[in-house]
């Protein structure tokens, strides 16, 4: 597993360089939670990429999509080479932050504005269980989303319809209480009727763990606890990864340190 959370890490970087852009330590932080529920835990493949009874996954942070493209490319949805070849071009359908109208199956959202991707998830939640559909909406999102009243307000609506299809991810990479306290994330969370687990983003048992939840008439969120720039002692170190490309010497460098991490 490390030796594929490392090479996740690197195509990460290179598709950053490629651009010239990219948010990697936000990326960085969550690529492990992804890489699980991809691989393990999403009712998901590319031949049932546009299958309505596939499990649906929705990035609510944008900024993030360096760290999908990978995946996606290892479960053999797309190709590496292609994406390298044009993204961040004009006109490209491989954009930093996601866009569905480019793309038939595996991309299932536009991101770009914070806060709009779990309404998104929960509408969707919703509607299948009004159809009768017996699949699940898994919606990453960031710890500085909650912000946003937009959450907040999808909370309420997703436990008061017991949408218990709908997993709520947090990336709990330590981003909200630069801005406001929200002091118990879990605490607040169960109060606004979710069934709430919390885990070390970077174990993969400890992942594997919080997943293995039983259904129980309630929206589940998970807490992902995580580091900004996990995989690097230079981007957990130097804020300015935030949002930064490698250059031609950096990207040497950062590949090097993903290695010996």
Not at 43 to 67: H, M, V, Y
Not at 242 to 252: G, Q, V
Request: glycine share 8%; hydrophobic share 40%.
């Amino acid at each position: 597993m490390k030796g594929i959370m490392a090479e996740l890490r690197k195509e990460m970087l290179y598709l950053s360089h490629r651009c010239n852009d990219g948010n990697l330590q936000s990326a960085f932080s969550c690529i492990d939670v992804l890489w699980v529920l991809y691989s393990e835990i999403m009712n998901w493949k590319p031949q049932i990429a546009t299958d309505e009874t596939r499990d649906c996954f929705i990035i609510s942070k944008g900024q993030a999509t360096l760290a999908l493209y990978p995946i996606l490319c290892r479960l053999g949805m797309f190709r590496l080479d292609e994406i390298a070849g044009e993204i961040g071009q004009f006109d490209s359908r491989y954009c930093i932050q996601t866009d569905v109208t480019k793309f038939e199956g595996g991309i299932e959202n536009n991101a770009g504005s914070l806060g709009h991707g779990l309404p998104f998830a929960t509408g969707i939640a919703m509607a299948n269980k009004i159809k009768n559909i017996d699949s699940k909406v898994y919606v990453l999102c960031g710890d500085g989303e909650f912000n946003e009243g937009t959450m907040w307000e999808s909370c309420i609506l997703a436990s008061t319809h017991k949408l218990d299809n709908l997993c709520v991810i947090i990336d709990d990479n330590a981003s909200v209480g630069a801005m406001v306290n929200m002091d118990n994330m879990y605490d607040r969370l169960k109060t606004f009727g979710f069934e709430v687990y919390e885990c070390n983003g970077h174990d993969f048992d400890s992942i594997r763990n919080a997943f293995d939840y039983k259904c129980c008439e309630k929206p589940v969120a998970i807490i992902a606890h995580t580091i900004r720039g996990y995989g690097s002692e230079t981007m957990i170190k130097e804020d300015i990864w935030f949002h930064k490309a490698p250059n031609d010497e950096e990207l040497l460098l950062l590949q090097k340190e993903i290695d010996e991490f």
